[in-house]
């Protein structure tokens, strides 16, 4: 792998590490923030469930799928950007 | 299995699912025509093991890549779906639904944690391990830091992890076998292994792969067939995973009807539960929310740890593959998850709502204890009502039920045909079974890649590899199977276990190998045995020593103990020691960049 600069590499870190970051700052809002509030939540209603029941048995659950495909989307757009992606 | 298979993979498989709806069919037929209901039962499951067995026997396989990692060409789609059955266990399967029917929203913690941490899979592990070319997670740990202890620690966490939850599967086979094929529960443990092994000692991971492709094909059809059938027969629409709200609300009115909550039960039965808490009412202390995100983490966590679920991707042809192939494998777990606590509703509507025939609850005592169902779940000692207060009719805290059987009994209660009840033994069958394939495997591998291989006798030959590799796998399930017969846990107590075992042993020296390049061996090693040992020793305390807990933090928590003493450890000892050498480094920066050679070349 000596054709990659490290300069090219760092770069790239770089933009994984805060693709990364951003990744987990959403898990984290969909996986603790949203269910510490998961009684409050329950007053409202969302297509007839209680809110805060609806996030922890559905609504969650879909963000995570959403945000796992975007991880993979964005994370192969940032190894075709600096050239270190797989060849097909 | 050559090139040719992979490319025809969707019509096999496609041909393999019409197969199976055919077959049931015709065992609805048989029904209609008045075969009995165990004879459909015992044709169920004996058709799909008879299934999985020949795969694993077309599988077969004796090359070392093919055998420990499926010859790294599994598509990410496929990898997807053998992941979820891999991943969806006896406990998704069988209990999960039960949980939720007893727990509320407080069990939708691990609804939660066992989503959530595919995330921390996709961004913190999978696709870098894949590039790393290893065959085991601990071929991992050994290589990244070094040295044989390093290897030694992860192979002993990966084996007790492990170990705990294959138990818990083959109890869950042995349940469902001997109710399906009416032998006792002893003997169906035993006959359970058999299936397991048919699909794995032949073939390795190859065989375990496509097995698992069709019985995550199998337990999907089992799991939302009958929730979708319910739904229709209450008018709640084809997809009831979007419109269960009203039931949910409607389950709050019955809930005030029959008080729950308020009456307690006043005797108890041992391992049955009355229905005290209520479906959709959040705890709003912070104790609660505490509990509810402490167990999150710590299934989150663990799912990033066990090596089961991380050696699925290190069998894709691509970095690239692996990432979809976590995406995948959630999206096809959400499939199930989100049912779960739909089919929960479902089940507690027919039994709380007095306006349907299948309610049980303010109806003549007599009336209930004369049900077909009740008799025969009373008589294997899974039921129990008992009229408290004697007056006759039946209150909410006079009907106890184990919560595991939910999901089995569920097709009673509605009052669907038996070939719906045959259907979901086969699909509790097939998920105890690919779970267990995958965690036999884990272990057999690490013990004979990790432990023979690499640290004994490192001139062993393919043949002689592969054959240790095939003997530890016999032992560690006749082992398995052994300790399973003894009956020593619940089904999902031991499952929770296993998350926190791994968690706290592995999750930070898993992380930081990718994520610091400055970690090295002796911080790795402290982190492992630290982590590993504070939490089992917490555990024990807890458990068996008489200690108050600390924090609420109950056994099915203890990697919330073992995690941060295991980071700690692995940074300070870090910073203490030496910098790993140039050569590690270099392992580190090519683990990160997808294009290139994997780090361990392909035959190592």
């Given at each position: 792998m000596s054709d990659i600069s490290p300069e090219v590499r760092a770069a790239h870190w770089a933009k994984t590490r805060s693709l990364t970051i951003t990744v987990l700052l959403l898990w984290f809002f969909f996986a603790f923030v949203v269910h510490w509030f998961a009684s409050d939540l329950n007053a409202f209603t969302f297509i007839g469930f209680p809110v805060g029941f609806y996030m922890a048995a559905q609504g969650s659950l879909a963000a995570f799928v959403i945000i796992i495909f975007y991880l993979a989307y964005a994370q192969n757009k940032i190894d075709e950007e600096f050239g270190v992606a797989e060849d097909e | 299995m050559n090139n040719n298979f992979i490319d025809n993979l969707p019509k096999i498989y496609g041909m393999y699912t019409g197969g199976f709806i055919l077959f049931i069919i015709l065992m609805a037929v048989l029904e209609q025509i008045g075969v009995s209901a165990e004879t459909i039962g015992v044709l169920f499951v004996a058709f799909t093991i008879f299934i999985y067995a020949g795969i694993g026997w077309l599988s077969r396989t004796m090359q070392v890549e093919a055998y420990y990692v499926a010859g790294r060409q599994v598509p990410a789609l496929f990898n997807g779906m053998a992941t979820a059955a891999d991943w969806m266990s006896g406990a998704s399967f069988v209990a999960m639904a039960g949980g939720i029917y007893f727990g509320g929203h407080g069990y939708l913690a691990f609804v939660v944690g066992w989503t959530g941490g595919y995330i921390l899979v996709a961004s913190l592990m999978a696709p870098y391990l894949r590039k790393f070319g290893c065959y085991t997670v601990p071929d991992y740990i050994g290589t990244r830091y070094g040295g044989n202890l390093a290897r030694l620690m992860a192979v002993i966490v990966l084996a007790v992890a492990s170990f705990t939850y294959v138990t818990a599967q083959i109890n869950a086979t042995g349940t469902i076998a001997s109710r399906a094929l009416q032998i006792p529960f002893e003997v169906g443990v035993w006959f359970g292994l058999l299936g397991i092994l048919l699909c794995s000692?032949?073939?390795g991971m190859r065989a375990v792969t496509w097995t698992q492709v069709a019985q995550y094909i199998v337990l999907i059809i089992a799991y939302v067939v009958p929730v979708i059938w319910m739904s229709n027969k209450q008018g709640?629409?084809?997809?009831p995973q979007f419109s269960y709200g009203a039931a949910v609300a409607r389950l709050g009115e019955l809930e005030a009807l029959h008080q729950v909550g308020i009456l307690k039960p006043t005797e108890s039965f041992a391992g049955l539960k009355a229905l005290t808490v209520e479906h959709a009412t959040a705890g709003s202390t912070v104790m609660a929310n505490w509990k509810f995100a402490t167990l999150v983490l710590c299934m989150m966590a663990g799912t990033a740890s066990l090596p089961h679920i991380l050696m699925r991707y290190f069998t894709t042809p691509s970095v690239r593959d692996a990432r979809k192939s976590v995406a995948y494998s959630l999206l096809f777990i959400f499939l199930l998850y989100f049912t779960a606590p739909a089919l929960a509703t479902f089940t507690k509507l027919q039994l709380l709502?007095?306006?349907?025939?299948?309610?049980?609850?303010?109806?003549?005592f007599a009336d209930v204890a004369a049900l077909e169902w009740v008799q025969k779940w009373s008589n294997v000692g899974m039921v129990a009502l008992s009229?408290?207060?004697?007056?006759g009719i039946l209150q909410i805290n006079e009907f106890f039920m184990r919560s595991g059987i939910v999901v089995l009994a569920t097709p009673e209660i509605a009052g669907l045909p038996y070939v719906i009840s045959g259907l979901v033994a086969a699909g509790g069958m097939a998920a105890a079974m690919s779970t267990a394939d995958g965690l036999l495997l884990a272990i057999a591998n690490a013990l004979s890649?990790?432990?023979?291989?690499?640290?004994?006798?490192?001139?062993?030959?393919t043949k002689k590899r592969l054959i240790v590799a095939r003997v530890l796998l016999l032992g560690i399930g006749a082992a398995a199977a052994f300790v399973a017969s003894l009956k020593l846990t619940s089904i999902l107590g031991a499952v929770a276990w296993a998350f926190d075992f791994a968690c706290s042993g592995l999750f930070f020296p898993l992380v930081l190998g990718i994520?610091?390049?400055?970690?090295?061996r002796p911080g790795a090693i402290a982190g492992m045995f630290m982590g590993f040992a504070s939490g089992t020793a917490y555990l024990i305390a807890i458990k068996w020593g008489g200690m108050d807990l600390w924090l609420g933090i109950d056994h099915l928590r203890f990697g919330i103990i073992g995690m941060p003493i295991s980071l700690v450890s692995m940074v300070v000892v870090t910073l203490m020691t030496k910098e790993p050498d140039a050569e590690t480094q270099k392992m580190v920066d090519d683990m990160r960049i997808p294009s290139g050679e994997t780090v361990l070349s392909a035959k190592h």
């Open positions: - | 000692m032949l073939g709640f629409g084809a997809i709502d007095p306006n349907l025939a299948t309610g049980i609850f303010g109806k003549a009229d408290s207060n004697g007056d890649h990790d432990l023979y291989y690499k640290m004994i006798d490192p001139t062993a030959d994520w610091w390049k400055r970690a090295n």
